[in-house]
């Protein structure tokens, strides 16, 4: 049973159904009457996608990049490889790129700087949860959920080791999972 291996749920479903709707309300009233395409990052974003467009009311445009960091070093290097890029012309249309987590920043700068050149009209973000100790560069963040520890964090979407993404809340894992 992957649940043996939770230590702690921090983020139960209702609070992040409740957050859903407060980031899909407030996104519906910001882009209004423009062309918004929704970018998820995969494939930790893949369950906060999918909840958060629900609660979104206008009408919106999807599209998946999947990215990989370049060897064991990379997470500190920055750069990162495109595994799969937008299917969509994104040119005058307003980006909102979906993440489940952001911990140094590395991987949303460089995607950010990486569609600077598709002149959409605009790029921002919205990221359900943020680990703000880790950070090393600073990333523009229009919507956050909610700020977590330092700790190694599962469910949601989000794996250790590909596993967990599957647990419906956030919750952080055993010390006794990763050190043994
Ligand atoms: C995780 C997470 C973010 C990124 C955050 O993805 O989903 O995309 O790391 O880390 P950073 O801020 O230090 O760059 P991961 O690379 O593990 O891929 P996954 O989404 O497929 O799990
Ligand atoms: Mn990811
Ligand atoms: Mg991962």
Same mark, same amino acid.
């Given at each position: 049973m992957i649940v043996n291996d939770v230590k702690e749920i921090l983020i139960g479903k209702e609070e992040l159904n409740a957050k859903c709707r407060e980031l899909g309300a407030m996104i519906s009233k910001d882009y209004a009457g423009r062309d918004l395409v929704l970018v998820g990052i995969l494939k930790g974003s893949v369950v906060f996608m999918t909840d958060l467009m629900k609660e979104i009311t206008i009408p919106v445009m999807l599209d998946f990049m999947a990215v990989s960091s370049y060897g064991a070093d990379t997470k500190s290097s920055g750069v990162v490889k495109i595994i799969k890029d937008l299917d969509?012309?994104?040119?005058?249309k307003s980006i909102l790129i979906v993440e489940d987590i952001i911990d140094t920043g590395l991987t949303l700068g460089y995607l950010v700087e990486y569609l600077r050149? &598709? *002149?959409?009209s605009s790029i921002e973000i919205v990221c359900?949860?943020?680990?703000?100790?880790? &950070? *090393?560069v600073e990333i523009p963040v229009k919507y956050r959920g909610f700020d977590v520890p330092d700790e190694f964090i599962i469910g949601y979407g989000i794996d250790y080791a590909e596993r967990y993404?599957?647990?419906?809340y956030v919750a952080s894992l055993k010390e006794e999972v990763y050190t043994k």
């Open positions: 969509m012309d994104v040119e005058g050149a &598709r *002149k959409a359900l949860l943020d680990k703000k100790e880790r &950070r *090393k993404r599957n647990l419906p």
